[in-house]
């Protein structure tokens, strides 16, 4: 049996935190390793634990949520820990912050439980997952704020139907209705994803929707 994904869950209301350890602990694919109320202790805490993925809220005391997460996930961060950010505040700058600071994915915290697990396997599975609600035109919104990257442009580097299937990324499609696109396997499409990724430097979907924006491959 593989191992459980190992979570760590930082809230600094103590009522969240334990619904969501409840919820998680349930799956048998999951296990809760701590729990924190402030991003200076997630950061603590993710180094001696060292989950798979964090669990992070945005607004809390002593260390925020998007400083934590640039702690653990930012750029140039020896051993980046996946991050999934899950806030009762669906604003713009929370979004946009959350991205820019490494994190891999954005729920709110009014989604479905099963959301939620979906959330955590994807992101700890190396994916990146926007809520519903955070839509590709936010993205495309502030593509542009988001600091200049070393990474080729798409289109020097990628062929033509990697081209395609990043367009088809930006656009918010997964892996399976890429595949139903183009008449693909769903493993040809994640072997397409892989090499986009490794071409242009990238470290996961987000990052690959934002790449898409700002080098005009979508408007």
Do not use: W
């Amino acid at each position: 049996m593989k191992a459980p994904i190992r979570v760590l869950v930082c809230d600094d209301q103590a009522l969240i935190r334990t619904g969501f350890a409840t919820i998680i602990d349930a799956q048998p694919d999951l296990e809760v390793v701590g729990e924190c109320g402030d991003g200076r202790a997630a950061v603590e805490l993710a180094g001696r634990l060292d989950p798979d993925i964090v669990v992070m809220d945005v607004r809390m005391p002593v260390l925020d949520g998007i400083e934590a997460t640039r702690l653990l996930a930012g750029a140039g961060v020896a051993h980046p820990v996946k991050v999934l950010v899950v806030t009762t505040f669906n604003l713009d700058e929370y979004v946009y912050e959350a991205l820019r600071a490494g994190a891999s994915g954005f729920l709110l915290k009014d989604a479905p439980a099963a959301q939620l697990l979906h959330g955590i396997r994807t992101v700890a599975a190396g994916a990146a997952l926007l809520a519903p609600e955070v839509t590709r035109q936010l993205v495309g919104r502030y593509a542009a704020r988001i600091r200049p990257s070393e990474s080729p442009t798409a289109d020097t580097v990628l062929t033509p139907r990697e081209l395609e299937v990043l367009r088809l990324i930006a656009n918010g499609l997964s892996n399976s209705e890429i595949a139903a696109t183009l008449v693909l396997s769903q493993e040809t499409v994640k072997t397409y994803v892989s090499r986009i990724l490794a071409k242009l430097g990238l470290r996961d979907r987000v990052q690959a929707v934002v790449h898409a924006y700002r080098s005009g491959l979508v408007t």
